[in-house]
Structure formats: structure tokens, C-alpha cells
């Protein structure tokens, strides 16, 4: 099994910055694919971005320029800046990661943009 925590959600003016951390633990034995998705309220969840464990990065349309991922195989965390925000990017955060063959799902953060 493997657990997700993501932390460094909160409430940020629009136009401002917000960092999102995820830590994998549990018996891993090699994470590949790690990301991010969101879910606003009402709505479905949709891909934000995700990162495999070469680096290769693919973005939502909607943050492209704006969010950055990243991660620390080492570590097993992945990370999400987010800068330029706005009242669309409201939603609530899930970390996700795939270890063998299998997706695990983080429990999700709060964020909301004010306007």
C-alpha cells in the first residue's frame, strides 16, 4: 500500500502564488507516473499535471505558462507551483501516483482563489 499526503493548499488572492507538496509512503517499491489533479465544486475532476518518473511533464491547457510540477524521485514527492492564479483555479487538490501498475490517490487539499 501506498499513502499520499498532499499539504500547502489555502486561500490566495488572485493573481498570487501557492505551493502544493505530495509525500508518497507505504511499501514502494518504484513510483512511476506522479500528478496532480483537481476537482471544483460541481464539477468533474480534470488533470492538472503530471510528471513521469523521467521528468517528462504534460500540463492542462488551462495552466500551461502558469503551474509547474516537479518531483524528487529520491524522495518520492511531487510537487505543483502554482503562480498567476485565479478564480477558475479554485478546486480542491489531489496528488496521485502509480506504483505498480496500480493508482493511488492522495485525500486532497483546498484551494481557493479570491477575486
Known amino acids: 500500500q501506498v499513502q499520499l499526503v498532499e499539504s500547502g493548499g489555502g486561500l490566495v488572492q488572485a493573481g498570487g502564488s501557492l505551493s502544493l507538496s505530495c509525500a508518497a509512503s507505504g511499501r514502494i517499491f518504484i513510483i512511476n507516473a506522479m500528478g496532480w489533479y483537481r476537482q471544483a465544486s460541481g464539477k468533474q475532476r480534470e488533470l492538472v499535471a503530471t510528471?513521469?518518473?523521467?521528468?517528462?511533464?504534460n500540463n492542462a491547457d488551462s495552466v500551461k505558462g502558469r503551474f509547474t510540477i516537479s518531483r524528487d524521485n529520491a524522495k518520492n514527492t511531487v510537487n505543483l507551483q502554482m503562480n498567476s492564479l485565479n478564480a477558475e483555479d479554485t478546486a480542491v487538490y489531489y496528488c496521485?501516483?502509480?506504483?505498480?501498475?496500480?493508482?493511488?490517490w492522495g485525500q486532497g487539499t483546498q484551494v481557493t482563489v479570491s477575486s
Open positions: 496521485y501516483a502509480v506504483h505498480l501498475g496500480r493508482d493511488y
Open positions: 510528471i513521469t518518473r523521467g521528468g517528462s511533464t
